[in-house]
């Protein structure tokens, strides 16, 4: 093949590849832009209630047993502060999460979907509610982590009302 075959092929493939004449190109979209409608689409769906679980607040026992040394003015713990669960959603330091999707399953079992955020974080977990064999409540578990944690009633212990 002659060089000008392949200089006139390079040629016809370049404007194959270019816009037409006076057509505009696109245009992308400023950053900032995309950025706002990608926060847009991660709204999380309406906190739903998990009237399952009854009033109060639950927590694992090692989770309520930090708390109550909280309260009675002890260090603060160096594994983390303890993770607490209402019908709401779960506190845990700067996390909080609530009931994205709640799904019965059969037995009585419970598949939640939370929407959590934390910082500057937004994530969703999937926890399974089981009803415990012993004492009324529930075990939980993650659906990535099968281990079953059972869950106790851990009110928060009131504040005294001072008097004068």
């Known amino acids: 093949m002659s060089r000008i075959a392949v200089v006139l092929g390079a040629l016809l493939a370049a404007a194959v590849a270019a816009p037409a004449w006076g057509a505009e190109e696109p245009k992308e979209e400023p950053q900032a832009q995309q950025q706002v409608d990608e926060q ?21 026992e090692e989770d309520c047993r930090k708390l109550r040394t909280i309260e009675a003015g002890g260090e603060y713990p160096e594994d983390g502060p303890p993770r607490l669960l209402t019908i709401d959603g779960s506190n845990y330091s700067d996390q909080r999460c ?21 910082g500057c974080d937004s994530f969703t977990e999937t926890l399974i ?18 281990r079953q944690q059972p869950l106790i009633r851990c009110e928060p212990k009131p504040k005294p009302v001072e008097t004068n």
């Open 40 to 60: 847009e689409d991660e709204k999380p769906a309406p906190a739903l209630k998990a009237t399952f679980l009854g009033e109060g607040t639950w927590a694992t």
């Open 98 to 118: 609530t009931f994205a999707s709640l799904d019965a399953q059969p037995g009585g079992a419970f598949r939640a979907g939370m929407h959590c955020r934390g």
């Open 129 to 146: 509610f089981t009803p415990a064999a012993k004492g009324g409540g529930y075990a939980m578990s993650y659906a990535t982590d099968p």
